[in-house]
T-cell receptor, first 120, second 110 residues
């Protein structure tokens, strides 16, 4: 079974530039998440999709971050314009069912390898 | 808001001994708890989980204990192996909203 695919693995940009990250979840997984992990901290949820609908984007800085999952499969996260504090690893994850916290299964999220962003 | 806290940023143990990683949470609505393991340059991978209706779950060398009254859970690894060296994240979920702790870096020395 193929895992969660993310690209690019690494990106270096200057502040005020824009960047986009792509994620392809595990086939059949309805729920897709974008997390931001700043060095020394745990992953922080940015946005959660159930199929192509947004379940939770309460922690997404909407003035500069946007995400879409148009066909309910792969997803794109965009930052425009980037700030120095956006330097982090952006992790995409998927699960079979996120709405119940996965109580009917293990509650497991499957993570991609992440996209490391450095903003100079 | 730090609803899930891992107060030890690092832990070092000798191969063959027990590793105990701790996690505290503040939100009593959390009903599912998970541990993830992360190697450098890789995404976190699921290790073990426990429902709030249980107080212990065991899977091979890994056991998770949950103390709801203290809002505390711990991960025990026995015996510890050098391959267990990684960052371990505690996570807690309430209605699909999953929060992560900051992680504990475990080093198992041969």
């Amino acid at each position: 079974e193929a895992g969660v695919a993310q690209s690019p693995r690494y990106k270096i940009i200057e502040k005020r530039q824009s960047v986009a990250f792509w994620c392809n979840p595990i086939s059949g997984h309805a729920t897709l998440y974008w997390y931001q992990q700043i060095l020394g901290q745990g992953p922080k949820l940015l946005i959660q999709f159930q199929n192509n609908g947004v379940v939770d984007d309460s922690q997404l800085p909407k003035d500069r971050f946007s995400a879409e999952r148009l066909k309910g499969v792969d997803s794109t996260l965009k930052i425009q314009p980037a700030k120095l504090e956006d330097s982090a690893v952006y992790l995409c994850a998927s699960s079979l069912d996120g709405t119940s916290g996965g109580l009917t299964n293990t509650g497991e999220l499957f993570f991609g390898e992440g996209s490391r962003l450095t903003v100079l | 808001d730090q609803q899930v806290k891992q107060n030890s940023p690092s832990l070092s143990v000798q191969e063959g001994r027990i590793s105990i990683l701790n996690c505290d949470y503040t939100n009593s609505m959390f009903d599912y708890f998970l541990w993830y393991k992360k190697y450098p340059a890789e995404g976190p991978t699921f290790l073990i989980s426990i429902s709030s209706i249980k107080d212990k779950n065991e899977d091979g060398r890994f056991t998770v204990f949950l103390n709801k009254s203290a809002k505390h859970l711990s991960l025990h690894i026995v015996p510890s192996q050098p391959g267990d060296s990684a960052v371990y994240f505690c996570a807690a979920s309430a209605a699909g909203d999953m929060r992560f702790g900051a992680g504990t870096r475990l080093t198992v020395k041969p």
